[in-house]
């Protein structure tokens, strides 16, 4: 006999290319390996938030969250007791969440060391640089990038 289906809430950006690169990968994972339904909502408007409200009692089994930098979203996530994957935020963005969560995030750092990599592989040029949202930003992705992207370049001009 055949599992119920799992439902799955995905809360995500829709708007931008990285959250729908993630939906694709949850989508492609989900018909490969899992028999869940998943149930979308970009998280750009408030309709996300009634929605996360209401996984527990809608029966959601699990939500899969990305991007937290919303503080109402992330409030919302942290006090929901249906089991949360959170993509690409910190512990931080939740900090009171302790039961059934889980964090996937990718190396920033290691990402701005190889674009550096990449960069200076074309040839030399006099400069490099690199360019992020404004400084009061706070987002850690352009934070840990830079990172990486000029330590590459800090351990160049030591070998010189």
């Known amino acids: 006999m055949k599992a119920r289906p799992r439902k799955i809430l995905v809360a995500l950006y ?5 959250g729908r690169e993630i939906l694709y990968g949850i989508d492609r994972y989900a018909r490969a390996f899992c028999n869940w339904r998943l149930r979308v909502v970009d998280c750009t408007g ?3 938030l009634d929605d996360i409200r209401r996984a527990e009692t809608d029966g959601f089994d699990g939500i899969i969250a990305c991007g937290l930098d919303h503080p109402a979203t992330a409030e919302c996530l942290q006090e929901s007791r249906t089991p949360l994957v959170c993509v690409c935020c910190m ?3 939740i900090p009171r969440r302790r039961d059934a969560v889980a964090f996937i995030n990718i190396n920033d750092t290691e990402i ?3 674009a550096a990599e990449y ?4 040839g030399r040029f006099r400069s490099y640089g690199f360019v992020s949202k404004n400084k009061t930003d706070s987002n850690y992705t352009y ?6 992207f000029r330590s ?3 351990c160049k ?3 010189v």
């Open 157 to 159: 001009t030591d070998d």
């Open 143 to 148: 934070t840990f990038r830079e990172k990486g």
């Open 91 to 93: 512990p931080s963005a």
């Open 14 to 18: 829709i708007a931008y290319g990285s």
């Open 112 to 114: 701005g060391r190889s």
């Open 119 to 122: 960069l200076f592989s074309l």
């Open 46 to 48: 408030d309709k996300a």
């Open 152 to 154: 590459f370049f800090r």
